[in-house]
């Protein structure tokens, strides 16, 4: 796999999973473009397809890790997921949060593999994870 820094343009080189069609107008939004402009991301391609867009980002005082997946990243969720782990595990903060729609399975699979553990639900049905950061 090929990692890049990523940007929100790298979205149109994404077909993300059904679940996550929404996730994806939402970060095309000029609201999630201004609070994503300084924020740390990675773009995945394979054979020039652009598998992830995901990154973290610093709300306050919490830094929360978000991705979008393409439907086909499925083959290459490995490599994936050894990257992101990788980074976050030396990513320079004591915590890191992640937020996912509650029965959304693979989204639950895969915060586990990397560390996550959910802590609480939010109003809107959102469950909230955390992880250890890199120090």
């Known amino acids: ?50 598998l ?23 083959p290459k969720m490995l490599t994936i997921t050894r990257k992101a782990k990788r980074i976050m595990d030396a990513y320079p903060v004591k915590e890191i949060q992640a937020h996912f729609e509650d029965g959304f399975d693979a989204s639950t699979r895969w915060l586990k593999s990397l560390g996550f553990k959910a802590t609480n639900m939010r109003e809107d049905g959102m469950i909230v994870c955390k992880r250890k950061g890199g120090l």
């Open 52 to 74: 992830v867009l995901w990154g973290i980002f610093q709300l306050n005082d919490r830094h929360i890790a978000w991705a979008i997946m393409s439907k086909y990243a499925g």
């Open 1 to 50: 796999m090929l990692w890049i820094p990523g940007t929100l343009h790298h979205l149109e080189f994404l077909e993300p999973q059904e679940k996550q069609q929404e996730n994806k107008e939402f970060l095309l939004s000029d609201i999630a473009r201004q609070g994503l402009s300084n924020s740390f991301m990675l773009a995945g391609f394979f054979e020039g397809q652009c």
